[in-house]
């Protein structure tokens, strides 16, 4: 049986969830986090002392971190198709989490919070700039890798997809001045139809 903690509008549980549901997953998914709280109870830091959202209980196996999450699903129950077992394909798109981690979301995160999460008198415009500014270098970046690619890793859909589709549908819903990136959102597209996208694509961005 898994278990999944974390409010949905994280990008990080969104990470979590959709990979429980593109492989097939049954799970079930607790409110946690923000709003919900929980997250500084006795019982969730045993889970994770960091009190951060999403952990994961699989059949006792308890795990935070959503790309290790993300990895560990794909490696259990899609070996061979999600978990690409040529360790070169898997590389592949398995970079590119990290990228969404160290550098995607630092560029973007400012931008983010300020236009989303801050009330418009408490704005720091500048900073806003900055982050969106970033985000338009690395996306140019993106765009060029995606024109050859229909997916981050090649051919299939994979890890990579699963890590960064959720920030970039919040970057791609989220109200900010943004450059035409016609290959970014080609691929945006297409990640999102997925059935298994069902989860988070339609949730307002907050
Ligand atoms: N590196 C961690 C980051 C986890 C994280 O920062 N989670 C945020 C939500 S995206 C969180 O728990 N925020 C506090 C809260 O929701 O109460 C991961 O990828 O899982």
């Keep these: 049986m898994l278990t999944i903690w974390g409010r949905m509008n994280s990008i990080n549980v969104q990470k979590a969830v959709w990979a429980a549901e593109d492989l097939g997953l049954s799970y079930t998914r607790h409110d946690a986090g923000m709003a919900f709280g929980v997250v500084n109870t006795p019982e969730y830091r045993a889970m994770n002392p960091n009190g951060l959202v999403?952990?994961?209980?699989?059949?006792?196996?308890?795990?935070?971190?959503?790309?290790?999450?993300v990895r560990y699903l794909a490696a259990r129950y899609g070996a061979g198709s999600l978990w690409p077992l040529d360790p070169v394909i898997r590389a592949a798109s398995d970079k590119w989490?990290?990228?969404?981690?160290?550098?995607?979301?630092?560029?973007?995160?400012?931008?983010?919070?300020?236009?989303?999460?801050?009330?418009?008198?408490?704005?720091?415009?500048?900073?806003?700039?900055?982050?969106?500014?970033?985000?338009?270098?690395?996306?140019?970046?993106?765009?060029?890798?995606?024109?050859?690619?229909?997916?981050?890793?090649?051919?299939?859909?994979?890890?990579?997809?699963?890590?960064?589709?959720?920030?970039?549908?919040?970057?791609?819903?989220?109200?900010?001045?943004?450059?035409?990136?016609?290959?970014?959102?080609?691929?945006?597209?297409?990640?999102?139809?997925?059935?298994s996208a069902a989860c988070f694509r339609d949730l307002p961005i907050t």
Excluded at 54 to 69: C, K, M, Q, R, T
Excluded at 134 to 161: C, P, Q, R, V, W
């Design 54 to 69: 999403p952990v994961i209980d699989d059949n006792g196996f308890v795990l935070w971190e959503s790309n290790a999450i």
């Design 97 to 195: 989490m990290d990228w969404q981690t160290t550098t995607f979301y630092p560029a973007y995160h400012a931008a983010f919070h300020g236009l989303v999460r801050t009330h418009a008198e408490k704005r720091d415009p500048a900073v806003i700039e900055a982050s969106r500014a970033k985000t338009e270098t690395l996306l140019a970046m993106l765009d060029g890798h995606l024109s050859a690619n229909a997916y981050l890793g090649g051919d299939s859909f994979g890890i990579g997809d699963l890590a960064l589709g959720p920030s970039m549908h919040r970057w791609l819903n989220m109200p900010v001045a943004r450059e035409p990136r016609p290959h970014v959102e080609a691929w945006h597209k297409r990640i999102i139809a997925r059935s």
